[in-house]
């Protein structure tokens, strides 16, 4: 897995997306489209954003935000004043897209973040 931060808008000097597409074998099109659902609750500029996933060989390369506080966003979605999600981020899809790329099964904590499997894809502890 490879993570870039920053270098997505659409300034020329923002070329982050374009090398990645360019070292693409194919395109996961939903990465980029939730990063934006997620960012636009907090920041209306969010649709400048051309972030993209991608996957290379067995890889996923994901392309997030630059600021700090925005790859905390992205990564764990909208909450509400408890903590509740209301809007997942994209890492709740990631553990599952590293086991069906390369057969690498990441656990999670849910009281961290709360990543998604179907049932016959999870292991029983």
Excluded: W
Excluded at 75 to 89: I, S
Excluded at 97 to 119: D, M
Aim: proline fraction near 6%; aromatic fraction near 4%.
């Amino acid at each position: 897995m490879v993570l870039t931060t920053g270098g997505t808008g659409p300034a020329k000097r923002d070329v982050t997306p374009d090398a990645t597409l360019a070292v693409a074998h194919r395109e996961m099109p939903g990465f980029g489209e939730q990063m934006r659902q997620v960012s636009l609750h907090f920041v209306p500029t969010a649709i400048l954003s051309r972030q993209v996933g991608v996957i290379r060989h067995d890889s996923l390369i994901l392309n997030l935000p630059g600021q700090p506080k925005a790859i905390k966003e992205t990564l764990e979605g909208v909450k509400d004043e408890q903590g509740k999600v209301l809007v997942k981020g994209i890492f709740s899809a990631v553990p599952y897209c590293l086991q069906l790329l390369s057969e690498i099964y990441v656990e999670t904590h849910a009281a961290i973040c709360e990543s998604f499997r179907p049932k016959s894809a999870r292991r029983e502890n």
